[in-house]
């Protein structure tokens, strides 16, 4: 088929980090199911939260403003979440060629978080490459399901450069985007 299979990954990731289950029913000639179990909302937790911050001491504080580039729109959406709760101004793209025209654009990227496997011919690398062409100083994190390995090519990362490994939990997500963003 398409695709890598990893979209089930984020899926399942995202279910069991919200305290859900996933149940699969598969029948050979029938198909399979995918059934998603995720917890009730509570009433009780959003009172908790109503008084929490969104710019406690989770906020990076400094304005910083990130490109998410992923076909995968939960992923986007995903990682999108955790950079606002972050404090930083977030703008998306579905692909390179749009990822480019926003890196070309007045919007002062400072952070590029790109998926690896795009589409439209161009791949997370490319993308980083003209971003650091019009950016060189710009932190970019790959995020990718394939191992450390096969995206470095066997050759260390440039400097403002690193990779999360897919699936990830949104803390591990946030704790990489705070630790990129605090280097120099």
């Given at each position: 088929?398409?695709?890598?299979?990893?979209?089930?990954?984020?899926?399942?990731?995202?279910?069991?980090?919200?305290?859900?289950?996933?149940?699969?029913?598969?029948?050979?000639?029938?198909?399979?199911?995918?059934?998603?179990?995720?917890?009730?909302?509570?009433?009780d937790v959003?009172?908790?939260?109503?008084?929490?911050?969104?710019n406690s001491?989770?906020?990076?504080?400094?304005?910083?403003?990130?490109?998410?580039?992923?076909?995968?729109?939960?992923?986007?959406?995903?990682?999108?979440?955790?950079?606002?709760?972050?404090?930083?101004?977030?703008?998306?793209?579905?692909?390179?060629?749009?990822?480019?025209?926003?890196?070309?654009?007045?919007?002062?990227?400072?952070?590029?978080?790109?998926?690896?496997?795009?589409?439209?011919?161009?791949?997370?690398?490319?993308?980083?490459?003209?971003?650091?062409?019009?950016?060189?100083?710009?932190?970019?994190?790959?995020?990718?399901?394939?191992?450390?390995?096969?995206?470095?090519?066997?050759?260390s990362l440039?400097?403002?450069?690193?990779?999360?490994?897919?699936?990830?939990?949104?803390?591990?997500?946030?704790?990489?985007?705070?630790?990129?963003?605090?280097?120099?």
């Amino acid at each position: 088929g398409e695709g890598t299979g990893l979209g089930l990954s984020m899926i399942y990731g995202f279910v069991r980090q919200s305290g859900g289950q996933v149940r699969v029913d598969t029948e050979e000639g029938v198909g399979t199911t995918m059934h998603l179990y995720l917890p009730r909302y509570s009433q009780d937790v959003a009172e908790r939260m109503a008084g929490v911050s969104c710019n406690s001491e989770n906020s990076i504080g400094h304005g910083e403003v990130a490109l998410v580039i992923d076909d995968e729109p939960i992923v986007r959406m995903l990682v999108s979440e955790v950079l606002e709760e972050l404090g930083c101004r977030v703008v998306e793209a579905c692909d390179a060629p749009s990822g480019l025209d926003i890196l070309g654009s007045d919007v002062p990227i400072t952070l590029l978080i790109t998926d690896i496997g795009l589409p439209d011919g161009m791949n997370g690398r490319d993308v980083a490459r003209a971003a650091r062409l019009l950016h060189p100083d710009l932190k970019i994190v790959f995020i990718t399901g394939y191992a450390e390995s096969a995206v470095s090519c066997g050759e260390s990362l440039d400097a403002g450069v690193s990779i999360l490994i897919k699936p990830f939990d949104m803390d591990d997500l946030a704790d990489h985007i705070r630790s990129v963003l605090a280097s120099t």
